[in-house]
């Protein structure tokens, strides 16, 4: 868009956006600033002038609406001819859609989360710089939720567990993990909120988890879930650049506002990564056709990548996050205990699990030299043995959880990996438990907060996960089954292993179909 | 003559998803029905909100509007993000068009001067009132409840934000730079916009959602919207040589008349659920109309000189005719 004046005069780029946004506010005098933004004090954060907002994009919406509407078109094509091309035969494997069934249901209901987060946020900050961009990225995030549950709609279609992700995500018990993750960030302040989502999540982990989803598609012939990726590439360009000036804007305008950021990088980004247990576990177990190594990913997106963002960050006062030297240990175990934790739990989750191959155990001992050979494969192959003579293992007992993060607690010590680590603390005479100190400090930081997560093991045992209307007393009561109702998991098509599930048979009968001549 | 391409065909094991299948049926869905139904959650929340800790995230009890189900809202235009951004991306390329013809033909220089200046005064300001309904949009859109209800509000306000954004352009157009800061000298002084700043400043404070909804998209857009882009500047200003500024102005009459579609909507379906909520949205949407209409007639005014009444008792006319048809006598 050009744009000049009456006389001719043509306005530069920032002269224009200045008129086009920072000019359209003015101070309320009827009434009280503190009424029209009542959010924006409370955490402590201290902002003098909300006009050193450098805005990153400029972007007007005339110039939004052209380049979203370009890309829309271009990826609801492609959904189309995918479909009708019944495109899902081409993955690499039927087990593969265990992967995107984790993604439809643990991530696409938060993107909607943050569409709802970032209006939030948008509307609570006073200046207008922020206030666009986070409305901006509001937008883009409902686009995000909807682009993904279209896009997966033709595999609902045809395959068991996609078939309610909002209403599993609310239920669950492993869908817990991110759904408080994200209640976490939307119950915060908005500056709390910006960190939490805008900065840690966006900028420091999204690598870790859109890279591996994204291109795990691409690697295993799924266009549908590539494209729509690969579609949100260009905005998720736009909230990276977001989180990080919204970091340094805050950093930037008082020293005071250092510490309190300094507890929230903290904060976020070990609930980040302890989200990520579930990327690390798909990306070690769930693709058929490997990308690379949870370790590895780890390694390169977080470690060096990381490692130049906290060192670029230090002039500012602000020192890498806590726990970096347990989460370095760690990284060559948890994927292992969380696969082993789902294999386990594998009758009232909503995707398949599996023992996996030959080839696939031999790859995760190559990438895991120090600790898959000692510590995980003989488990598998254990369990594999008796899955053979019809043993398949089911756990049937609940699994206590941590308070914090809701995962189960499965981690080990940092530094003895044979041990279970377990944290308490006591809180208004009541017990609380954790996975670890990362956990256990969240809490100790906010004990009002955490007390209230609705851990899901601790509501089945107290009654609250059955249909309305069921009756616990009466003779033969299956509670697995009422459970599993509540979900709205199909006993027998969505849960159990993959192997002689329907899933399997259907994929192996229709790429038949659409591959010969039977 | 027709093709007859085949492709293999598979039988689908359901149709669409759950919470579609259980209201509709388990039939072919829409992108609009999968992007919206539900997908907001309801239950099992896990903390509250520290910036709002007597209600859930998202909570019912924020309005006082009752529903048995929030997703009896229906936006008549069917906009999800992809729905919506084709439709505003073709009308954004129509309004460049406009403002480009504008420019290369010279039309501004023109005008009669003196229509000229009342354009400037009568429209210039407005671009604050869109951008207080960009900022009440994002509150609707945060604070109601349900995607059905909610999702036309990110829109709202993102309109309005191109709005102000158009307005700015136009001011320029008609302008220069000193011309912006005037306008917004006589937003934050004149007496004759401090009835209407009065009015966006008092809906930043409203609480209630639906309210707010009345006080911004029904009350105050359903009057200035007909009134300044209709009435003023299609009709009085055009008749006065000042075509070039309606071809301006294009965009903004266009989205009131889609966009007029989706709040009698949404009234309609509030209106028609209980006699409760049918009072307590004719108590806001009267409360609020007088309040605007007392603050536009200044405004008109300066368009208009002493005809100003008469378009007002106008418009507040077609406005209580077209509540009706929503359900809602005022």
């Known amino acids: 868009m050009d744009m000049k004046t009456s006389s001719g005069k043509k306005l530069g780029l920032k002269e224009k956006y200045r008129h086009m946004t920072r000019g359209l506010d003015w101070e309320t005098t009827y009434q009280k600033r503190e009424d029209v933004f009542p959010y924006v004090a409370y955490e402590g954060i201290k902002i003098h002038d909300w006009d050193k907002w450098e805005d990153p994009f400029r972007l007007t919406m005339d110039s939004y609406w052209k380049y979203q509407a370009e890309k829309e078109r271009k990826l609801y094509a492609i959904i189309d001819a995918y479909a009708q091309n019944n495109g899902h035969l081409n993955v690499t494997d039927a087990r593969y859609l265990n992967a995107i069934k984790l993604f439809l249901t643990g991530i696409s209901p938060l993107e909607y989360m943050a569409?709802?987060?970032?209006?939030?946020?948008?509307?609570?900050?006073?200046?207008?710089?922020?206030?666009?961009?986070?409305?901006?990225?509001?937008l883009d995030e409902l686009r995000h939720a909807q682009t993904q549950i279209h896009s997966l709609s033709n595999y609902n279609k045809y395959y068991n567990g996609f078939h309610d992700p909002a209403h599993m995500l609310q239920r669950v018990w492993y869908l817990s993990v991110p759904r408080s993750f994200f209640d976490d960030a939307v119950t915060a302040g908005p500056f709390e909120f910006m960190v939490a989502i805008g900065f840690s999540f966006e900028y420091v982990l999204t690598n870790l988890l859109f890279v591996p989803f994204v291109s795990g598609a691409a690697y295993n012939g799924d266009?549908?879930?590539?494209?729509?990726?690969?579609?949100?590439?260009?905005?998720?360009?736009r909230h990276m650049t977001l989180g990080l000036e919204i970091i340094k804007f805050i950093l930037e305008q008082d020293p005071d506002n250092v510490p309190i950021v300094q507890r929230w990088i903290d904060k976020w980004t070990w609930r980040g990564y302890r989200v990520l247990t579930l990327v690390g576990m798909m990306m070690d177990y769930m693709l058929p056709k490997r990308i690379m190594s949870w370790k590895e990913a780890w390694e390169v997106y977080f470690e060096?990548?990381?490692?130049?963002?906290?060192?670029?960050?230090?002039?500012?006062?602000?020192?890498?996050?806590?726990?970096?030297?347990?989460?370095?240990?760690?990284?060559?175990?948890?994927?292992?205990?969380?696969?082993?934790?789902?294999?386990?739990?594998?009758?009232?989750?909503?995707?398949?699990?599996?023992?996996?191959?030959?080839?696939?155990?031999?790859?995760?001992?190559?990438?895991?030299?120090?600790?898959?050979?000692?510590?995980?494969?003989?488990?598998?192959?254990?369990?594999?043995?008796?899955?053979?003579?019809?043993?398949?293992?089911?756990?049937?007992?609940?699994?206590?959880?941590?308070?914090?993060?809701?995962?189960?607690m499965v981690f080990t010590e940092p530094g003895d990996p044979t041990k279970i680590c377990y944290r308490e603390v006591d809180y208004q005479g009541e017990k609380f438990h954790f996975c670890s100190d990362g956990c256990k400090e969240i809490f100790e930081n906010e004990p009002e907060k955490f007390k209230q997560s609705w851990l899901p093991a601790n509501q089945i045992y107290q009654g609250n996960c059955f249909p309305d209307g069921t009756d616990p007393t009466v003779e033969g009561f299956d509670p697995v089954s009422k459970v599993l109702e509540y979900y709205n998991i199909q006993a027998g098509r969505d849960n159990l292993d993959f192997d002689g599930s329907e899933d399997q048979k259907n994929f192996a009968k229709w790429r038949g179909m659409a591959t010969s001549n039977e | 003559m027709q093709m007859d391409l085949r492709t293999v065909s598979i039988q689908p094991l359901r149709q669409t998803y759950d919470p579609v299948a259980r209201r509709f049926g388990d039939k072919p869905a829409s992108r609009y029905q999968e992007g919206t139904y539900d997908i907001q959650s309801t239950a099992n929340f896990h903390y509250r909100p520290t910036w709002d800790p007597d209600h859930e995230i998202f909570d019912t009890a924020r309005t006082r509007i009752v529903m048995s189900d929030w997703y009896a809202f229906k936006d008549p235009r069917q906009f999800y993000y992809g729905a919506y951004t084709l439709a505003r991306a073709k009308q954004q390329d129509a309004a460049e068009a406009n403002l480009g013809f504008v420019e290369n033909h010279g039309l501004v220089a023109n005008l009669d001067a003196g229509l000229r200046d009342r354009a400037i005064a009568l429209l210039l300001p407005l671009r604050h009132v869109?951008?207080?309904?960009?900022?009440?949009?994002?509150?609707?859109?945060?604070?109601?409840?349900?995607?059905?209800?909610?999702?036309?509000?990110?829109?709202?306000?993102m309109d309005h934000l191109a709005i102000a954004q158009y307005l700015t352009r136009i001011g320029l157009l008609l302008g220069a730079e000193e011309t912006l800061d005037k306008a917004k000298e006589s937003?934050?002084?004149?007496?004759?916009?401090?009835?209407?700043?009065?009015?966006?400043?008092?809906?930043?404070?409203?609480?209630?959602?639906?309210?707010?909804?009345?006080?911004?998209?029904?009350?105050?857009?359903?009057?200035?919207?007909?009134?300044?882009?209709?009435?003023?500047?299609?009709g009085v200003f055009a008749a006065e040589g000042g075509t070039p500024i309606a071809l301006t102005t294009q965009f903004m009459t266009d989205w009131f008349k889609e966009t007029r579609r989706w709040a009698d909507a949404t009234v309609k379906t509030a209106a028609t659920e209980s006699p409760e909520n049918r009072a307590l949205i004719e108590k806001w949407v009267g409360h609020w109309r007088d309040r605007a209409a007392a603050a536009l007639q200044p405004v008109a005014q300066i368009a208009v000189g002493d005809k100003a009444d008469a378009l007002i008792a106008e418009q507040v006319e077609q406005f209580n005719a077209r509540l009706a048809k929503a359900g809602v006598k005022v």
């Open chain 1, 115 to 138: 569409h709802r987060g970032f209006t939030h946020a948008g509307r609570a900050f006073p200046g207008s710089g922020p206030r666009v961009a986070c409305l901006m990225q509001a």
């Open chain 1, 223 to 237: 266009m549908g879930t590539m494209t729509f990726g690969f579609s949100a590439q260009s905005d998720e360009a």
């Open chain 1, 304 to 408: 060096q990548n990381g490692g130049a963002l906290f060192k670029d960050l230090s002039r500012y006062g602000i020192r890498p996050p806590k726990w970096l030297d347990q989460i370095s240990f760690d990284k060559d175990h948890i994927s292992h205990q969380a696969w082993a934790t789902f294999y386990q739990y594998g009758a009232i989750a909503d995707f398949h699990t599996w023992s996996p191959t030959e080839d696939e155990l031999d790859w995760l001992s190559s990438k895991y030299p120090d600790s898959f050979d000692k510590y995980y494969r003989p488990r598998l192959d254990y369990w594999r043995e008796q899955a053979e003579q019809g043993n398949r293992f089911y756990n049937k007992t609940l699994p206590q959880l941590c308070q914090t993060c809701q995962i189960p």
């Open chain 2, 130 to 157: 869109a951008w207080g309904a960009n900022l009440n949009g994002a509150s609707v859109c945060a604070y109601g409840y349900g995607t059905a209800f909610t999702q036309p509000f990110i829109f709202q306000a």
């Open chain 2, 187 to 234: 937003w934050l002084a004149d007496d004759a916009w401090q009835g209407l700043r009065r009015y966006v400043e008092d809906t930043f404070v409203l609480k209630d959602p639906f309210e707010l909804f009345i006080a911004q998209d029904v009350a105050l857009d359903g009057l200035l919207y007909p009134l300044v882009f209709d009435t003023i500047v299609n």
